[in-house]
């Protein structure tokens, strides 16, 4: 091609038009690749000839068109090319060189270090450098960090060393004998008075500092000081803000002692250093010492309520402020997990009582189910296990430690023998009410054994009024709380949670109510008054200035009043007399102590007055209860005397007037047990009202009972024929009108005292308790010599044992209506009716499947397939799934279960899973042709669970 050629120039002039074009030729690579070479040529050359301002405009247009990618292209070819000059060697070096590095420093560098980035800040906290620094001068940190936190050592470091306690050369004197140069009596009083001027001061500067904290303090923030430190890691901690706010107030405390010492006058003393005068330590505030902290808190009082407490929701309405009460399920729990509840809810503290709201009577205590507590068990190992373990939660005896049992056992001879037991293992003193009074647990509000010191164990932890109430309407409270709890179960288990606030509200109102302070209108004035002059005097100590203010106003209306306050705050060991351990010796032993001692012994008369005495107190006991036997007799009496009277003789006239409102077979088989019943009391009534119209001291009560004893088949005919009068009574409800008609004008009458006839024929089920409970306490009030002992004894024994044969076929009758409804709840569910059979717990669980298998169990994920009910039952396990179904219009939702396996317990294998991020309260249950991976909502639930379980297995092997 020559260079005439017109081919040739044609070619020339499109590379000339495609250079300054915006054309580019895509599909041909070669030339998109030497056109853009060409292009970043001239760009090139272009940008040579540009100023340097026009060039940061072209490279800031550029930057704004690039992607983020294209930008850290850029960054990444900088950062390589450019030679760095400074760069923070911790960011660089690895870890541990850099903690070597800052190891050198001392604590206010590392302080002052921490302040230079937040990578410096986390190095310089880091326990390894500070917890040496710490250990050098004794100070250990009272609690275990957890895994995720870091810096305690060094806020400990720095809570010690800005709250250390000193000594003025004053207190080393008194402390450790420095001598001090001798001083006139006036120079000792001036500097004293200097002393308090100075102390006022700063106590009111200190005051004023605390109140304005408490107004920029934020709600809801727990205390000052160093009371964080002594706290569990698991509990929130102050912010920074909140922190700060207290560290100044420290450094103004701290300051203020430091201006007050400088303020003073110096003097020299013998050694040659200067001394000062003595500050109160009323202001000293030690890292264990602080008034915030747990460990100088009052100790709690605790109470224990088992759900078998019929209507327990009143019983915890009615617990004090300030008391920490826990409620415990009775049945499917064993003793370890209930010691687990016990330190889970002290949190490591000792409580200064402990209180046991279980039920029992007055030989055992019903704790759980299958440990009844009595003297025959008391000594097996995980019983005396448990009883020494809750004794060491309690305060010590010499601290006013006790622990309160509210079961009668001081009404029997065994249940003080109980408590001695108890008392001995644990070195805690145990009381319990001596339950003479009858009624549904009426005893609690009777005498109580044991010193009582201040208020009675009821009032500790209950408010009395309440308490009574619920006494009062126990039996009728229950069975409508039955159906409640059923229903509104569901729906209240998350709404207890959010309603604490409302709670101590309530409390509060309940403490101080409206009524009591328009009738108390005197005395709140009074208070009134006294509060308005502490303020004007700012005294040191406020309790004692308010008591000493309400005395002197006491004072001025009853000089008398005056003299009784003066003599109750005399030393009471100063009014004892030398008698009264001889007295506390003869109530122990009265017999070797009169022999111990002679006639001519000036004490003998006085011992005999004494010995007198405590028989004359033994047969006045004995009176009281044989009174209160009469009573309740009476009582029941004129209950059963209300079926005779309201039901049968009504029916039995309109029978005779051929108006029949039931025929006379119905009325034979509704009315004639109860009238033998009836006649048999009558004539135990009579007995007894015979016999306590010439009561004495060697009167007998015991062949009475062995005489009605003997005459218990009456009982007999009744109770086994009684589901049939309560079917008898439904079905003539049910097919005639007129019954029906009568039934609704007799039932909870006036006549009736408000109870229908099923309720009044449930009386003499509940008889023979009372009875059990009141012969109990006569013997414990009878001496050993007395005639009547022996027939007490066996009386009781008779009674006892046909109160067993009502509560077992009380039992065998529940426990068949349980499995009733348990089976008709489930679908496909097969036959759970068997001879010896009842459930122990039900757990709700989610089962979950492993997503790989051979993954350890620290690494492996895991899938929410379906939600799992577990029946418990004594001899097998039940495995169904649980659905939720919503009726229309209703609040609450219904469990719907599917039967899934059942597994005997004997063959059931329990494997417990570790928890990590993946999976938290997870085990594993092995039958023998199936597994099921299953999680609990809660921890406290799989441990529960997996105690019950496991001795539910343990039982049945050994079996």
Not at 319 to 348: C, F, P, Q, W
Not at 455 to 470: D, V
Not at 754 to 781: C, D, G, Q
Request: proline residues 5%.
């Amino acid at each position: 091609m020559s260079a005439g050629d017109p081919s040739r120039k044609t070619l020339e002039m499109e590379s000339f038009h495609t250079r300054f074009s915006a054309w580019t030729p895509f599909s041909n690579k070669s030339l998109n690749r030497q056109l853009f070479q060409e292009r970043v040529a001239l760009i090139s050359h272009w940008f040579d000839l540009w100023t340097n301002k026009q060039r940061q405009e072209f490279l800031f247009t550029i930057f704004l068109r690039c992607t983020k990618s294209q930008l850290r292209f850029f960054h990444n070819q900088f950062s390589e090319r450019m030679q760095v000059a400074k760069v923070d060697f911790s960011t660089v070096l690895p870890r541990f060189i850099s903690l070597y590095i800052f190891s050198f420093l001392n604590p206010k560098d590392l302080c002052a270090a921490a302040q230079v980035s937040w990578p410096w800040r986390f190095l310089t906290e880091q326990d390894c450098l500070w917890m040496p620094k710490c250990i050098r001068f004794g100070w250990f940190l009272p609690y275990t960090p957890t895994d995720h936190e870091y810096g305690a050592w060094k806020h400990h470091y720095i809570a010690c060393v800005s709250n250390l306690d000193w000594l003025t050369p004053r207190e080393a004197a008194t402390v450790y004998g420095t001598l001090n140069e001798p001083k006139t009596e006036d120079e000792e009083l001036q500097e004293r008075q200097r002393e308090k001027r100075l102390r006022k001061i700063m106590w009111e500067k200190i005051a004023l500092r605390k109140k304005e904290l408490l107004r920029v303090r934020p709600p809801w923030v727990s205390g000052t000081g160093c009371s964080r430190l002594l706290k569990s890691p698991c509990q929130p901690r102050l912010s920074q803000t909140v922190r700060d706010r207290v560290g100044l107030h420290e450094a103004l405390e701290k300051q203020l002692v430091l201006a007050s010492l400088e303020a003073l006058p110096k003097r020299r003393n013998v050694s040659g250093r200067y001394s000062y005068p003595l500050l109160s330590k009323k202001n000293w505030r030690g890292v264990f010492k602080n008034d915030d902290s747990p460990s100088c808190a009052s100790p709690p009082h605790f109470i224990l309520i088992s759900s078998r407490i019929p209507a327990y929701e009143m019983v915890v309405d009615s617990v004090r402020a300030g008391v920490t009460s826990v409620v415990y399920e009775h049945s499917g729990m064993t003793l370890e997990s209930l010691l687990y509840l016990i330190d889970k809810a002290l949190d490591g503290r000792k409580a200064q009582s402990v209180g046991i709201f279980s039920d029992g009577d007055s030989r055992e205590i019903n704790l759980l189910q299958g440990y009844k507590i009595g003297i025959k068990n008391l000594l097996k190992p995980e019983v005396r296990d448990f009883w020494e373990k809750l004794g060491s939660c309690v305060a010590p005896e010499e601290e006013g430690g006790h622990v309160d049992l509210f079961v009668p056992l001081g009404a029997s001879e065994a249940g003080a023998e109980v408590l001695s037991q108890l008392s001995q293992l644990t070195g805690t003193l145990f009381t319990a009410p001596t339950g003479i009074a009858t009624g549904s647990y009426q005893h609690i509000l009777s005498d109580w054994l044991g010193p009582q010191q201040g208020r009675a164990p009821p009032s500790i932890y209950f408010s009395e009024s309440k308490l009574q109430t619920w006494s009062s309407f126990t039996d009728f409270l229950e069975d409508a709380l039955k159906s409640v709890r059923k229903q509104l179960s569901p729906l209240l288990k998350e709404l207890q949670k959010n309603v604490s606030g409302r709670i101590i509200g309530q409390f509060v109102l309940d403490a101080v109510s409206v009524p009591d302070v328009l009738n108390h209108r005197d005395t709140a004035q009074v208070l009134a008054d006294g509060l308005a002059e502490l303020s004007r005097v700012n005294s040191d100590k406020p309790l004692e200035f308010l008591s000493h203010f309400l005395l002197k106003k006491c004072s001025e209306k009853s000089k008398e009043f005056e003299g009784n306050i003066v003599l109750t705050k005399s030393d009471p060991k100063a009014t004892s007399s030398p008698l009264m351990k001889d007295r506390n010796a003869l109530e122990d032993n009265p017999q070797d102590t009169k022999s111990s001692l002679s006639k001519s012994d000036p004490n003998f008369g006085v011992l005999v007055q004494l010995e007198r005495r405590l028989q004359t107190d033994l047969a006045t006991k004995r009176t009281r209860v044989a009174g209160e036997l009469l009573r309740s007799e009476r009582r029941y009496v004129q209950t059963l005397e209300i079926v005779r009277e309201v039901y049968v003789r009504p029916l039995k006239a309109a029978l005779s007037s051929n108006r029949a409102i039931l025929s006379a077979a119905n009325i034979q088989i509704i009315f004639s047990d109860i009238l033998r019943v009836l006649s048999l009391n009558r004539q135990l009534l009579d007995n007894l009202r015979d016999r306590l119209q010439d009561w004495g001291p060697a009167c007998c009560v015991g062949e009475i009972f062995i005489k009605f004893g003997s005459q218990l088949n009456t009982y007999t005919n009744f109770f086994n024929n009684y589901p049939v009068v309560l079917k008898t009574i439904e079905k003539c409800r049910d097919a005639r009108p007129a019954f029906r008609a009568f039934l609704k004008r007799q039932d909870k009458s006036i006549a009736t005292n408000v109870l229908s006839l099923p309720e009044l024929l449930l009386y003499p089920s509940r008889r023979f308790e009372e009875y059990i409970h009141l012969l109990y306490a006569l013997r414990l009030h009878t001496p050993a010599e007395h005639v009547d002992r022996g027939d007490l004894t066996t009386a009781i024994d008779q009674i006892k044992t046909y109160k067993g044969y009502i509560d077992q076929m009380k039992q065998n009758i529940n426990m068949k209506d349980r499995l009733s409804d348990i089976q008709r709840s489930i679908w496909g569910c097969p036959p759970l009716s068997e001879a010896h059979r009842y459930l122990i717990r039900v757990q709700d669980v989610a089962q979950l499947h492993g997503c790989d298998e051979e993954t350890s169990f620290s690494l492996r994920l895991y899938e929410h397939t379906r939600d799992l009910s577990l029946f418990l039952f004594n001899d097998a396990l039940l495995v169904c799934s649980r659905g939720t179904s919503h009726t229309p219009f209703e609040r609450t939702s219904t469990s719907t279960y599917h039967f899934i396996a059942s597994v005997a317990l004997h063959r059931l294998l329990v494997e417990d899973i570790p928890d990590s991020k993946y999976i938290q309260n997870a085990f594993i249950l092995q039958g023998p042709n199936q597994e099921w991976i299953c999680a609990t909502e809660a921890e406290d639930d799989k441990f529960l669970w997996l105690s019950a379980l496991q001795n539910a297995i343990k039982s049945t092997i050994q079996k």
